[in-house]
Structure formats: C-alpha cells, structure tokens
C-alpha cells in the first residue's frame, strides 16, 4: 500500500495528505498551538484523575486583532480563567482575583505546548505516535517522552483536519494513563462568541508584579532533582490559605512545575504521607525537626527522592 | 377541551389507523403535536422495529435552564442572580468581579484534598540515589473523600482521641494550602518563562 501510494505521489502533485505524513511531530504541535491561537472555538472537555472528574468549558476568539480565551471549570464552587492577549486573570472562590501577564492560561493542559515547545528538548523527544478517532475525528498521537524515568510522560492526540487538542493524558514509565483529558465537543465558527467580546471590555486588576530573578535561599540544601529541573524561584512567605509560613522552591523543566515546601513540623515522630490526584502527587515527609512537602505532577517515588534529599545546610 | 376539539382528534386518531382518508382531513400548525403524538402511539402499537422512539424533552429541559442561578456569566445583564457585578463603592466602576458564593476558607480547603488519595508508603522502595527513577509496585490508594482517612483507632481516651483528629483537620489543612500554593506559584511563574519566549514567538506569529 505504502509503494503504491508513493508511486502515485510521484506521479501527481503531492496531496496534502502525504504532505502530512512527512511532517515531524514538532511541526504539528506547532500547528496545534497556531490553530489554538488563531481561531474561534468553543470547546467542551473532562479532566479524569483516577475516579474523580472534571468538567471544562473553553472558549477562545480573535476580535480586531484582540486574543480573547475564556477557560471554565463547571462543578463545584468552580474556577474562571480569562485572557486577553498577555493577561490572564484567575478567579477563584478562595483568593481574591488576581491578573498575571502571560500568553497562555495555565489549565489543565501544560501551557508550554501553546508557545514554546523548543524549550523541552534538552529533556523531551517528540515522538509522532498512531492515528485514532478521538471525539469522532481522525486524531494523531504525539508523544512527548521524557528522556529519564523520573517523570511522567504526556501523550497528546491532535485532531488530523484543525490540529486542535483532542485529548492528552500523563502516561506512567509503565505505560499506564495516570490522568487524562478528552474533548467532548467543539464548535468552529467564523466570529467569536459575543460573551468573549463583551468579557473583554471589562476591567481586570492589574497584573502582579514580574517574578525576580530566582536567587537560591541558601536556608537548605536540596540534595536531589531530576535532570533538567531548574530552580524558577525561592523565598520564604505566607501561604495564602492558612497563613503558615514556609520556606519555598519552586523548580521546572519546561513542561511541568515542582514545588517544595518547608515548615515547621505538625508533631513528631509521623510517617510520611504520599497522597495522588490524577498526575499529581502531594508528598509530606518528617525530617528532624522539620517537615518537606513536595507538590507537583510527577511519579510519587520522585517526590519521595526530592524531599527525602533536603538537609540543612552544612556550616 | 371543547366538543370540536376532540371530534378532530378522532379524525386525526383514524386517520393514523388507516381507517380515514386524508383529504377528509385538514390540519393546522397547532396540530403538530398532537400529530407527532399519534403517529409515535401509532407505531408502538404496530411495534415497528425500524422506527425509532423520539420523545422531545428538549423544550422542557430548555425551560427548566431558564430558571437555573448563572455562576460566571459573562453576559452584561445584571438582573441575572450570581452574574458578574459591576459594584463599586463609588458607583461607576468597570471592574469584573464574579458573584461567587463564598464558601469559609475550611471549605475551599478540603475541597482541594478531597480529590486526593492516601498512598500506601510501605510498597515504595527504599531511597537512595541507586534506586532512583525504578519501577515503583502498585500503590495502595485509600481515597481521602472529603475527611482524611486513617487506621480506625480503638483508643479509649477521648481526649486521645481529640488531639488526633484536631492534628489530622490540621495536616488536611495544610495539604489544602500547599495544594493551592503550588497551583499560584506555577501559574506566576508562567510570566517569567513566557517572557523569555516572548520574542521567539513574535516572530513567528509575524509570518
């Protein structure tokens, strides 16, 4: 079949349907985060992690050269994310408001894959996958591999004809999906819904501050990250929540973000506590006299290592 | 219903059972219904496999959402319940903010947790930098379901027993908070990698 149709291509103008076939899977990640970018859609999707689920609407337009993207979360007490051009701004029932500049909402899907998927390279290979039918459209798999096996892997199914996500999930060393996200339903039109539009005038706070240049604390030594993490940010603050205090890390690799957590400890002498939602993993572990979190969405045995590698300083 | 009324559903009835023509009959847009009504008991009662089974709810569902409170609705009517408002102390003002109904921080807490699972640690292997990144056996998961979960505790002492659970609500709490932290930390830190690839991406979208 494959020698038929190669003889045919050489014989006629190339379709592009062979055009496709030879089109890397960078190229059409790129594609996915153009059509992302450029088009007015209205889309349905469901985060699943383990038996726990997620209902999202997101909705994206171009008006007068505007970027508009409204992302939803529909059950419970909900979360609103809403971007216009570089700015996005998070609601959510526990925090007051807050804008951000940025390109792309930080939601359920890693946000590097709408800007900038060259930044993963050093510890990803992009692997184009099989062809499926995923939301009743033909859909291509990209793999997104990492190139150790102390992080998770994600899988990204794009649709053949638009190349908007489709689905994607965190797949496991083992292969095993450990959290995954399907389209139910997406609606192309020619103008943007009239609610992006009438969103847009409104008025949003002002963006926090720019993040400084991360410095190292230098309070503790963080013995061990996996390859290719690099550390975004250290302080000590307030958690907003509770108003605890912690000395925090924040570490990435591009695609997905680890923060670690140290406090002052709740008692003595506990065992330490793995808990998982999806990809993501909350690990608490008791040193002496104090207490390591390590939130984010990698393997539990991961979290385990980094916060089982902090240690104070040595004088 | 009036005499008239029904003596035309008879004709409508008959026509269905093929016992009446249909130039005897004449049919107005409001009969539709009750057309459709028919020809649908109609083929129940001849049970015609190939024919499917349509009930049209749609209108009442459409009815019922009428009347559904709107969480983060976006539209400029401000009549709507939990629609964005434009308050302000002085008055004028532009600023979104969404209606939400305000659950006490406790709330938001557990909420963050309650879609987490306990991981039974016994199973993992031991750390050391040798064992780093190894296939790690399958976990125990006890879901946490809105309370954290623990061993039941047979303990006898009440007040034992009180200074367990306050320390548990207090290590579910603060899972809650570092939870959320994480996810504003991570969103923040977007901005400072976005700007690095602010110019790549320029460029690109310039072509």
Redesign the interface.
Known sequence: MRTIALFLSLLFVVTPVYAIEDESAKTLLENMAHTV?QSNFDASFVVV????MEPYRWRHGQHQGTELE?L?LLN???L?I?RIN?K????E???P?YS?????I?GPIP??LF??I??LEGNYNFILGGKGRIAGRSAQLIRIESK???KYNYWIWLDSQSSLVLKAAYVN??GEIVEQLQLTNVTFSEQPAL??I??S?????T??P??EASTDLGNWQIG?V?AGFNL??SDRHN????N?L?D?Y?F?D?LV?V?V?I?RP??NNR????????A?T?F?HNAQGFDV?V??NI????A??IA?SVQRPSP | MTKAHSTEKEHLSALFDGEAQLNDLKFTEHERETFERYALLGDVVRAKPEQDIFIDIADKVAAQLESEPVYGDFSANKTQQNSVDTSNKTGDSNVVSINWKKPLGQIAIAASVAMFAIVGLQTLPGSNESTQGEAVPMFQTTPVGGGFASPVSYSTEPALENAKQGLRELQQQRIGALVLEHQRQARIATQAQVVDNEDTQSAKDSN
Not at chain 1, 49 to 52: I, R
Not at chain 1, 88 to 91: A, C, I, L
């Open positions: 970018h992690k383990g038996n726990a409204h939803s419970g007490a909900g609103e809403i570089d996005v701004t998070y609601f029932p526990q925090t408001a951000i500049n940025a390109r792309s930080a946000d590097v800007h900038n060259n930044s150790d096996n102390s060393q083992q609610e992006l009438e969103m005038q409104k008025e949003f706070p963006p926090l720019q993040p061990w996996p975004v940010k958690l907003n929540l509770n605890e912690a925090y924040l990435s591009g973000e923060s957590f406090q709740l008692s065992r330490s506590t793995a808990l998982t939602s999806g993501t909350v608490v979190s939130v984010g393997p539990i045995s991961t385990k290592s089982e």
